[in-house]
């Protein structure tokens, strides 16, 4: 597929593309999405090292140190620790979201087929499913069709977290 090509399927610019391609551009996490989705590949599998021959959902570890976690987003105002460094085949995904004050995953909101919930253990956060916005607080819960557009961001002074999890990890 051409720069072009893969730019009218995503919705995005040929520039935008080769900004990214050249390393001259980071794209939101519902950029980067659009265009992994026309390649037929997860934020999981893109940010995932290959998976070794032996390695299966048995064969994977049970426990994680935090350092073990897989960053799927930029790691700074946007952080999204992976539980787990290739999840094909898995049920589900388990993510340890931080957004930094100002964070947002894109203008544009995401979709794709799974269910995810979470839970934010600290600070606040401003999600939009299906055009409903809502203010989340700590202790506060979500759970919701992914396949609905949705769009999360942090415009308060403080650092959020969430804990939370995709089934299946399509995201």
């Known amino acids: 597929m051409s720069i ?10 040929h520039p935008f593309i080769s900004m990214i391609e050249r390393d001259r551009h980071s794209p939101s996490i519902s950029s980067l999405k659009r265009i992994l989705d026309c ?25 994680y140190h ?3 976690l897989v960053e799927l987003a930029d ?7 992976q539980v787990g460094s290739h999840l094909e085949g898995a049920a589900m995904m388990i993510l340890h979201e ?8 894109g203008p544009a909101p ?9 839970v934010v253990v600290q600070g606040k956060l401003e999600m939009t499913v299906d055009g409903e916005v809502r203010i989340l607080e700590t202790g506060d819960a ?10 999360m961001r942090n415009p308060f002074d403080e650092l959020c977290i969430v804990v939370s999890a995709v089934s299946p990890p399509t995201f």
């Open 4 to 13: 072009r090509q893969l730019a009218e399927h995503s919705g995005v610019t």
């Open 39 to 63: 390649l037929g590949i997860t934020l999981s599998d893109f940010f995932s090292e290959a998976q070794d021959s032996d390695d299966s959902p048995v064969g994977r570890p049970i426990f």
């Open 66 to 68: 935090a350092d073990d």
């Open 75 to 81: 790691g700074t105002s946007l952080s999204y620790r």
């Open 98 to 105: 931080r957004y930094a004050p100002g964070a947002d995953t």
């Open 110 to 118: 995401y979709c794709h087929d799974a269910e995810e919930g979470g």
């Open 142 to 151: 979500y759970y919701f069709d992914s396949r609905l557009p949705h769009r």
